[in-house]
């Protein structure tokens, strides 16, 4: 059985930083997309980077792109999501998500992902 636990989420000032950690287990992720999704209230899960690990290849949204960057630990089965010169309008709960059997590109929609964990608040105050 899959499982991904985040981990990390907390308050923050404008400006400050964060590193979210999402820790895998339960099959091989050698062949596998992982990525970090945020969801505030009443709005729908919003895509924020992702990378396949058989490649390395990376991609994200336009409103976190060089301010936050995606990363793996194979040896740990571990995600990280660095967060830098975080926005109010970064606060969420944010979602790590895998899928299997991916090679290139990584999907940046929420439904091509089947294994979600149960997410980490992240506050970020003005």
């Known amino acids: 059985q899959v499982q991904l636990v985040e981990s990390g989420g907390g308050l923050v000032q404008a400006g400050g930083s964060l590193r979210l950690s999402c820790a895998a287990s339960?099959?091989?992720?050698?062949?596998?997309?992982m990525g970090w999704f945020r969801q505030v209230p009443g709005r729908e899960r919003e895509f924020v980077a992702a990378?396949?690990?058989?490649?390395?290849?990376?991609t994200y949204a336009d409103s976190v792109k060089g301010r936050f960057t995606i990363s793996g630990d194979n040896a740990k089965n571990t995600v990280y999501l660095q967060m830098n010169s975080l926005k109010p309008e970064d606060t969420a709960v944010y979602h790590c998500?895998?899928?299997?059997?991916?090679?290139?590109?990584?999907?940046?929609?929420?439904?091509?992902?089947?294994?979600w964990g149960r997410g980490t608040q992240v506050t970020v105050f003005s």
């Open positions: 998500a895998a899928e299997f059997a991916v090679w290139g590109r990584p999907p940046t929609s929420s439904a091509q992902y089947h294994y």
């Open positions: 339960g099959r091989t992720f050698s062949s596998c997309a």
């Open positions: 990378f396949t690990r058989s490649g390395g290849t990376t």
